[in-house]
């Protein structure tokens, strides 16, 4: 084993990335940033355009150090981006509402990762094809090999953006109620509700040819699962060595 | 009646807030976008430190055309706000997965909102202390009068930012499997998975008072009810004439 060939274990700590409120909630290693992002499906993209910012939601995916989306080739954001921006990629996780006896301490329990990088095009047939093929296997494990490929007309209609992640935070806050010692002598009623993005039951197309059944790469999917826990595990799958 | 009281039943459409990537699935009447941005607690805000973009994950709330969000008076993110700084609010809603027969076609609905405006300081003791109550009681009606008035160093060491909406543009896609007529005899099976963000049950502070119950201000958070309808609904129950 060469060390020079294991990647850094944490991102770095950067005038960018430093959590400066609440640095206990901070995460740096690249373990917890990264199944934050994988337990995903869509983030929010901050970017500027003529000086006005902009926060465009986007689904997205990962592969390594680099995030990826896509979008219209047609589409302002889209061609902004492919020409090179500065943009901030946040994936946020709503865990828990938590109630306290003070205003102050009322919160919510999250998990968030903003990530830091410059946009830049996809480019190459080949690349632009197993970028494609990824981003429906990500989420969707071996779906890519069973639908109709892209034809000519729809990879050119479509640009895919990549950022390498420079540096990026994640931020975790996963506690019970909090109030302050006098305040829990208080008789006014406090609780934590948990909050979970929850899948329903699959809505078949209903132009489905009879004799198909759910696809192996789709067992995950089951109605009431929590989303963030398949998206995780369908990325486990899909890139079993990636971390 | 004076027309001049009417408030405008749409945002204008502007350069920054035009819908120009599929235009049929924008709204700018008030209703819509207000229904949006009333059934969330978290959005995330855009905005740009020395040209660096940032996207912050955020808890806020709407009073007519205003956004409101608060943070530590010591954040990066508020001190910069609170002298004036252009952002873009975006509030978002997964409501399912769409798979389809080709890549291109996979997509999800999701209801979006995407606020611009200037940001400033909400200043003054008594407007301050009426945000700091407005925001616990919009979402959990009429909480502020039942738990512990905030001290003189908790509104010190809170600073509330408001912006005025100045435009905004909703997105909605609310479609089932939409594939191109010649894939449909393809023998691929395609489903759409509903997505909503769940109530777990209360789990109450383990420090709770004996003979205390929920509040009636809390009837609405019923475990496996969706968070969004609950959230609209406190809205309303708050701010009843506000539409």
Known sequence: MNDSATPAASFPVTNRNRVRRKPDRARFDK????????????AHI?????????????GFWREDDRLYWHGSSASRMIR???AGLPVCVTATHLDAIVLARSGFHHSVNYRSVMAYGTTRLV???AEKQRVFDGFVDRFFPGRSQEIRPATVQETKATTFIVMDIEDAS?????????????DYALPVW?????VHQVLGAAE????????LSLPDGLQGYQAGRRLDEVLLEAYHTTYPTKG
């Open 46 to 58: 901050a970017y500027v355009i003529d000086g006005q910012p902009y926060c465009t939601p986007t």
């Open 123 to 125: 480019e190459g047939e």
């Open 31 to 42: 373990a917890t940033v990264y199944d934050i992002l994988d337990s995903a499906m869509v």
């Open 204 to 211: 078949e197309c209903p132009r489905q040819l009879p004799g």
């Open 80 to 82: 902004a981006q492919a």
């Open 190 to 194: 406090t609780a934590r509700y948990p």
């Open 170 to 182: 994640g931020k975790i806050r996963a506690t019970h109620v909090m109030d302050d010692e006098a």
